[in-house]
């Protein structure tokens, strides 16, 4: 990655010196080796701080709502499943794509203490779905694991996968890293942040009122979820979200045909568009309004 690494460098440089960006989104080495964070570069010379390794799993493209104020085109390093986040930032006028250079940066899996990153177990490929330029590599990602964990959900009876969530759900401390990171959670204002609401930022409970801080959040995502993974990596008690979001993805396939959030910017998600086709959700399979996640 060394040299990929290098490449990134002089690129960005260059990309400075012909005055096209003025700051970079990208990452810098943390506090140990696989901790690469986040980090906004506002100068050339910090330009020499930036890394670019198998640690460097944080999608940025969350990080762009903010840049949007600012004047000048901003710089971001987005590996190919990043650009869907980008894509879905894009089609809800989050971002201005005018105001963003992408550079897509290429990745053979990436991993952390543990090991190879969980959403890197269900690559989406190397196809980047939207760039400005991409830097070239022989780098290949991981080749699709199934964790088989949704057919285990799927095979339970309703009170076994009620308990289940019960069990995961409670475990919650309610730090938000989950919807901070989310690309598909970018409302200005969060319900969850508004004192009158009479549920903000509750402390953990075992009232089954504090589990439905995912459900919404799994229902708020509906349909624009890219499946990027991003809440369960950064999720401290290690609560398995990503099933929660892959439940909604898989009735809204089965009732209204596959649908990739993110893959393209002008496309509507079924839940924002209305077909005359659509059909009646007690129709699909027998199936009653109400999703048994």
Request: proline content about 4%; aromatic content about 8%.
């Amino acid at each position: 990655m060394h040299a990929i690494e290098k490449t990134i460098k002089e690129t960005c440089k260059k990309l400075w010196d012909n005055g096209e960006v003025n700051r970079i989104l990208a990452w810098e080495k943390g506090l140990f080796d696989y901790d690469a964070a986040p980090a906004l570069f506002r100068s050339r010379e910090r330009i020499s701080r930036l890394v670019y390794n198998e640690h460097c799993g944080v999608n940025l493209s969350k990080f762009l709502i903010k840049e949007m104020e600012k004047e000048g085109k901003v710089l971001v390093l987005l590996k190919p499943c990043d650009t869907y986040g980008f894509n879905q930032l894009l089609s809800e006028n989050r971002v201005n794509r005018e105001k963003v250079f992408i550079l897509g940066v290429p990745c053979g899996g990436m991993r952390d203490e543990k090991g190879l990153l969980f959403k890197c177990l269900s690559c989406k490929g190397n196809d980047f779905k939207a760039f400005d330029q991409i830097i070239e590599s022989d780098l290949t990602v991981p080749a699709p694991v199934p964790s088989g964990e949704e057919e285990k959900l799927n095979q339970m009876t309703a009170e076994e996968r009620f308990a289940y969530w019960r069990g995961q759900l409670s475990k919650c401390i309610r730090c938000n890293a989950c919807r901070n990171v989310c690309p598909a959670c970018s409302c200005i204002k969060c319900v969850f942040d508004n004192r009158d609401s009479g549920i903000e930022a509750k402390a953990n409970s075992d009232a089954f009122e504090e589990n439905l801080f995912h459900i919404i959040r799994a229902f708020h995502v509906a349909g624009r979820c890219t499946d990027c993974g991003e809440c369960s990596r950064v999720c401290p008690q290690n609560i398995p979200l990503y099933l929660l979001n892959r439940k909604m993805i898989e009735e809204i396939n089965e009732r209204y045909g596959t649908y990739q959030a993110g893959e393209n910017p002008e496309a509507k998600s079924p839940l924002t568009e209305f077909k005359e086709s659509d059909p009646e959700v007690s129709a699909v399979n027998g199936k009653g309004g109400v999703s048994e996640c």
